[in-house]
């Protein structure tokens, strides 16, 4: 089996917290505690940081002395336009074209970071880029805002790749980079080779979206760069334990990325509210690793015939070979 | 292991239609090719009629000589109660007394070729009982109409029993009969110890219920009567092949399906449009048996301590070691 | 037209937060300017009170005091059951007796400072008593759980309502008290006359319910004790300013609760993330009372003949009667 | 108030059948009746047929003069490719290559048809490519012989307008057109000026989209082509009478495409399954007038402001201004 880039979000072995239980569901440990902690994650070779909580301007050696303790590599940083006041309507698309400015000009410092960690990939989540009420949106003004922000991050490293990350809701009622096609045409109109798309699974589902399908559209258009793994019960992003409620959507997703030679990481990011986190997002790995198992013991050129053939119940019956021939 | 009794549904053998393709996907077989495919699948011993489809007043003596052709055992009527004109604006809760009437002598008459057929359980549907629009709901004036009916179906001969199934929408934008807890209401309101609930399982993932709650609340009133299988995208009832999407949650209402001691049938109840209607039902059963085998290969008693302890991330690693493990 | 009872949660005037931006949208006011805030929306006479955010076994004169200087009511208290660590896996159905002994203890306490607050109503929302993962919910012990621990509060103190709320899911993805249903069979298990059921708008919409039917379910059994008002897309909790989404439902709702003589609370319950929250709540009450008035000059015996008639089309006439009509 | 085209569907005035009810809830009039039943609706200027039902190459001459004889004109035709069992495992993307050729060939012949009827437009929904199960979909061939069959029919005529329905699922379970934006990416890589979207209201709502957004998303890209209007609950295709369930949504979409300058048809497209299909196509394009009608009156420039300022408080104030101020 080819070994596969399994990574995690820093931050998803720290403290958890909802909008009820805004101190979160556990305390939060010290910056070396979670390093600690991702470095005992032997299955994941990459960390993902995020702005601000991980890493600032000012703590950048001290994360790499952190990251060269953990032997771990930093493959993404996700800078932070979600979780401070100043975003709260909006970053890139804020009404205030001060908050607009610090947004850029967060994601460039981050870039910086990034190329001094020796990461080239930026996950960008303009998560409350978006609107809540009918008649609220300024989908114009928004648009262009957007655009030429993604474009001043691009070209402010074209050698940092910048993907966007989808979700249709949450923190905002719409986000604007809301599904996998949306999110690609804003890529491809950016007109910026280092510009592309991540897929959040769980936002995926949430979407509606077959993830194997946007997979495939987004790399047809050589814009898949990133991943990010969860799951959930399809109505919102529960950010759960990969493969604790779905199998055969991970089977076939994991069956095309192989198919279309996806070279990129597999990140865990998950909520794991009331769970141990280091064992949460293990258990994701874990679960990935035995579905590649799934696929070479059945064979990739199979899996391939039972799709050239679509044929549902001899999918269902490959299926329970699969997953219960002993 | 202990045999599980499954059956299947007469209908879901022959032609499926859409609104859109009304001629529907296949031909439509003949009434003795239909039983001859029954008669085919061999872990299947029970067969599910529909009124006027499958039974009428007229034809109980045919049926029963193919029933005893087969081997197989019917064991539930439904009644048609929503593929009609007549009861396009309700049956029980239609407007016009004469439906209404209509709707309980049809039941009546079904009851009877149930007892003639020696089966003891009507499935009771009425799809139709509900309302599209906001204030279009008579609720008051609906609600009596269905106790009352019910009530009326019930006594007419007390050792039939009557399980109602829920379904949140479809044909009518709203079912009265929408979840399961209402139906347990409704259940428990008509004071008969012959009235109960049947659980679909793809009804009760539409209506965002966990099957096996709903499954174990109504067995703690005595009211869980029938089961009907299928799987869905949990946002309509698409009636696919049990386990193609889902695997865990089957495992967890199997499990508290042992653990209530339920002695009734496992009916699959799909609408295969594309399928082999043959092929596509004996994949269910196979399917559940397969989760079958890997509860009893688990330990029922494992499962319970996992129940207990409530950790997610142990039941994670226990469901990898159900499915995966070799 | 008859005065409605209005009311206010004053938590909702302060600060909210997400999971993603925990320290919130806005900064957190003290308690006084709370009320003050409280005291300036003219149209509500009650306020809700949240156990330990703003009312605790200490600080009752305090808050007996702030209440008398706006003029206003305290009409419900919500015992504070999801935002501490403590109840974080759990409240009254914690695996730990401890919690459960506690959470129990607090709804006591909180029974206790309505009483010397002249209130007689309990908003009981055990929004952290539920599970997330399958074969996680431990069905048997927990229902027992939460139907003794329902009892005891009831017995604590007869002469005092405790509402029961309801909602599918969030803080956890599945939550024991999911629909309206389901609570009031949980309701009408204590066999006591105290305790009811609270519907929040929002909640039974995301459960998949028509808010009249579920109020109408409610209140045939005497068990509508208490309402939440808010507003959202269906698909999630988004606590949203009453009537910007929906309008014919919730005339339907106030005319039904006319119609079965409802006298409790119209309480608005909402996050209003990035709104100023005084406004936010006004809007809503300004809206109920629009709603209102179109009752009342269509005629609330015209809309009962439309509901007898069931017109779809007429229906659709009216509305635009109502809504459009100059 | 500048006039709008309205136009609607044919079949909407005929017989509507769903999967359980295949025979319909009312009965089939004649052609001609359903002609008199277009004339007879005022408003609608403009009439969609669909191919086979309405318009064969055989009957075009006398649908031509049916048309003239209710005044109206054909302003597009819907190829049938959703109501035959040829297509039901796919057209444009069947596994069969004389099913993919027939389908090409059907919407040629509509082409011609069209030309003949003076009608410039054909609204292109596929709905029965997609697939149903996971490791179903075999994407990269079918977006292949989408793209290829889609630009055949395009180039056949260069005059005629072919305008892509998007729909998220159903008949499919997962419909490759299924979001706008998957299908503006569809529409672009044709590199055809004479391909362009649809907007089904209701698809659209199903899909999580708000359509005012997906509006000015195809609009930014020149290709809105055209308009299907109907209401659902969000979950569902319900197809509804407009207005029926959402008022503030409409009123936002009926303002950007004023931005806009949209010039194109508002169609209605139902399926009034219980209701007078006149009546029910009637009070739609009633409400869309209404809805106009509040825009007139509160001012374009005055929502303007609004949607620039994004204040939420103020646009409810404003919608309550707008729907009940008299």
């Not at 947004?103 to 930026?122: F, N, P, Q, S």
Request: aromatic share 10%; net charge negative.
């Amino acid at each position: 089996m080819k070994k596969r880039n399994y990574s995690i979000i820093l931050g998803n072995l720290g403290n958890t917290c909802d909008r009820f239980l805004s101190t979160g569901y556990k305390d939060q440990p010290s910056k070396e505690e979670l390093f600690r902690r991702a470095a005992s994650i032997d299955d994941a070779s990459g960390i993902e940081l995020v702005g601000s909580w991980d890493i600032t301007t000012e703590n950048v050696k001290q994360v790499k002395a952190l990251l060269e303790e953990t032997g771990k590599k930093c493959m993404s940083i996700i800078p932070e336009l979600f979780s401070s006041k100043i975003w709260g309507k909006g970053a890139f698309t804020s009404r205030d074209p001060d908050i607009r400015k610090k947004a850029v000009e967060h994601t460039k410092e981050m870039i910086d970071a990034a190329v001094e960690l020796g990461c080239d990939l930026m996950n960008l989540w303009p998560g409350e880029d978006g609107y809540d009420y009918p008649l609220q949106g300024n989908f114009d003004e928004a648009y262009s805002q957007l655009l030429e922000a993604i474009r001043e991050c691009a070209d402010y490293n074209r050698n940092v790749r910048i993907a966007l990350e989808f979700k249709p809701k949450e923190p905002r009622n719409y986000c604007y980079l809301a599904r996998s096609a949306d999110t690609l045409l804003m890529a491809l109109d950016t007109e910026r080779e280092n510009v592309g798309v991540t897929i959040d699974t769980g936002h995926a589902m949430v979407a509606g979206e077959n993830i194997a399908e946007a997979a495939f559209r987004l790399n047809s258009k050589g814009k898949l760069f990133h991943l990010h793994f969860n799951d959930n019960y399809r109505s919102w992003d529960d950010d759960m334990i990969v493969g604790s409620i779905h199998h055969v959507e991970y089977i076939e997703l994991l069956y095309w990325l192989r198919k279309m030679d996806y070279r990129g990481w597999y990140s865990m990011d998950q909520y794991p509210y009331r769970e141990d986190g280091v064992k949460a997002i293990s258990e994701s790995i874990e679960n990935l690793k035995a579905l590649e198992t799934v696929i070479d013991r059945y064979g990739e050129g199979r899996i391939g015939d039972l799709i050239k053939e679509g044929n549902a119940t001899e999918i269902t019956a490959a299926v329970r070979e699969m997953l219960f021939k002993r």
